[in-house]
């Protein structure tokens, strides 16, 4: 099935200090995604991307869909405390189909936000 | 605004019963996925409903049944538990149009199912 390689895996930044990470896919994509999940809750959509190349903000986070649509990465620049949590990735394929909407997630990135 | 509610948000099973969870999608959403997450792992699709039809099946097993009712709401009824099906449970609702960008999934606050 498909799979997306997210990285890092884990990163400890100080505060204030800008963070990126990406995502790769094997396989096409016409949807990204990016959640956060706080330990036992639910994820919460950040930045949704639906066009190849299309670049996005949101705040202090910016994300791009990658050209091939087999990429992405999400920035967040001047990082705080409050950003500590865990960051996933997700495709979506859209279309028909058996995959038809479902999400296809990374392994996630754990951040931690040194004060 | 409104969310997705997921109830109960914890439950403690032991093996071989059965568990019932309910998923209520944010208003004027037609369709509810499942997800299942691990400790530590990514959230994995278990199925999904369209105007409470089926309309995609992944990893889930033939233990675990699911639908959707008038209301839209589901439940994801799962029998024979095994101590592996302790995991996070979510939910996620959508607005489905069939085209990128009218699919968005927000997903509830999951069920936290601990199997001793």
């Not at chain 1, 995604?33 to 706080?38: E, N, S, V």
């Not at chain 1, 639910?42 to 990658?66: C, D, H, M, W």
């Not at chain 1, 500590?84 to 951040?111: D, E, H, N, P, R």
Request: charged content about 15%.
């Amino acid at each position: 099935g498909q799979q997306l390689n997210q990285s890092p895996q884990s990163m400890f930044i100080q505060e204030g200090e800008d963070v990126s990470m990406n995502c790769t896919s094997s396989s096409i994509f016409n949807t990204w995604l990016w959640y956060k999940q706080d330990p036992g809750e639910g994820p919460v959509l950040l930045i949704a991307l639906y066009k190849a190349g299309e670049l996005t903000s949101n705040g202090r986070l910016t994300a791009q869909f990658g050209i091939t649509r087999k990429d992405s990465f999400l920035n967040i620049s001047a990082s705080i405390p409050s950003d500590v949590g865990i960051y996933f990735c997700a495709g979506q394929l859209l279309g028909g189909g058996t995959s038809y909407g479902k999400l296809t997630f990374g392994q996630g990135t754990i951040l931690t936000v040194h004060p | 605004a409104a969310g997705v509610i997921q109830s109960p948000r914890h439950l403690i099973k032991e093996k071989r019963e059965t568990a019932t969870l309910k998923c209520y999608p944010i208003p004027r959403h037609d369709t509810v996925y499942w997800y299942q997450q691990g400790p530590g792992q990514d959230p994995q699709f278990l199925i999904s409903f369209y105007e409470k039809m089926q309309s995609d099946k992944g990893s889930i097993p033939d233990r675990f049944s699911a639908q959707q009712f008038s209301d839209y709401h589901s439940e994801l009824n799962m029998s024979s538990l095994e101590l592996g099906d302790s995991a996070l449970y979510f939910c996620a609702s959508s607005s489905n149009q069939g085209a990128p960008g009218t699919d968005t999934q927000y997903f509830g606050p999951g069920t936290r199912l601990t199997v001793l």
